[in-house]
């Protein structure tokens, strides 16, 4: 049975740049992920439109209209932010299910690593995605409200009450990094491994119904993230009393 391990594995070195198994399946994602949008915007331009565009464009106003019902009229400000977690997550998650990635092995300091690996499988990974989605919230907090009001909801001495409620808000914005790379993380390893384990165990049509599961468990994780991500930015843009 082939060796889990928790953090990624480093399959080759660029330079003095180690190069991790689930970095390199990230890299590919990326790549397919440009040719795809720059694919999309040359057939925008076409007057006939192509069936590829049709598509992405119905997935576009779906997901506009998804968070626009959360935010609100700053939709046009926060859709690029909130559609970018939402496919990013989502290609790395199913990408991770491809044939291939986590079976396809190569010898690395006398033992066997996977080749390729779900990048948000990778804690470094969710972590990075959860310091981004907290930074930019706070963006813009400062954006909409201002630094003097938008810094109130931390650091408020009218009264005890208040200076203790701003303490805890710091605590929650900090929380919002953990909870957002764990759930991730935890979700998309644990399919990992699940379907790892009964790869081993049972013929290959068996496990079917496990990677439709994973399949949907992907897309659900990555509605999540960016859900919550457009709930907070919805709350942070809002005027504090």
């Keep these: 049975m082939p060796t889990i391990s928790i953090k990624a594995e480093s399959v080759f070195k660029f ?54 019902s959360v935010v609100g009229d700053k939709i046009n400000n926060f859709f690029p932010l909130l559609a970018a977690f939402f496919l990013y997550i ?11 990635v986590g079976s396809l092995l190569i010898k690395e300091d006398h033992h066997f690593v996977p080749l390729l690996r779900s990048n948000n499988a990778d804690l470094n990974t969710t972590i990075a995605l959860g310091i981004v989605s907290v930074l930019m919230i706070q963006y813009y907090g400062i954006k909409y409200l201002g630094f003097g009001n938008y810094i109130k909801k931390f650091i408020n001495l009218s009264n005890p009450i208040n200076f203790v409620l701003g303490l805890l808000e710091i605590v929650s914005e900090f929380s919002k990094i953990i909870s957002f790379s764990f759930r991730l993380f935890g979700n998309i390893f644990a399919g990992e491994v699940l379907l790892t384990i009964v790869a081993f165990l049972v013929p290959v049509l068996a496990a079917f ?33």
């Design 90 to 100: 989502l290609f790395q998650n199913w990408f991770g299910l491809m044939p291939g």
């Design 209 to 241: 119904p496990f990677l439709i599961l994973e399949i949907f468990v992907g897309f659900i994780q990555a509605l999540v993230f960016s859900m919550l991500t457009a709930v907070f930015l919805s709350g942070a843009v809002q005027s504090h009393h």
């Design 15 to 68: 330079f003095h740049l180690e190069i991790t198994n689930s970095y390199l399946l990230s890299l590919i994602v990326i790549a397919i992920f440009l040719m795809m949008a720059l694919k999309y915007y040359q057939d925008s331009q076409l007057e006939k439109k192509s069936n590829f565009y049709i598509f992405f464009q119905m997935i576009n106003k779906s997901l506009y209209s998804l968070f626009a």
